[in-house]
């Protein structure tokens, strides 16, 4: 392979990697509770979701 070959494989592995690292963090930082279509309502729970998304309907 070539220098330059060797140097877009790099530049491409950070971009994949740092996508999913990204990603990753995004996920941990941002509870369940706080994003979505309910955001933070009382209905924000998983036992009452199915009834909360037919009375927004």
């Excluded at 729970?45 to 009375?55: G, M, S």
Aim: aromatic share 6%.
């Amino acid at each position: 392979m070539t220098g330059q070959a060797i140097a877009m494989m790099v530049v491409y592995l950070l971009i994949v990697w740092g996508g999913l690292l990204f990603g990753v963090v995004l996920m941990a930082t941002h509870s369940d509770e706080t994003s979505g279509v309910l955001g933070r309502t009382e209905e924000a729970t998983a036992a009452e979701l199915p009834q909360a998304v037919e009375e927004q309907s």
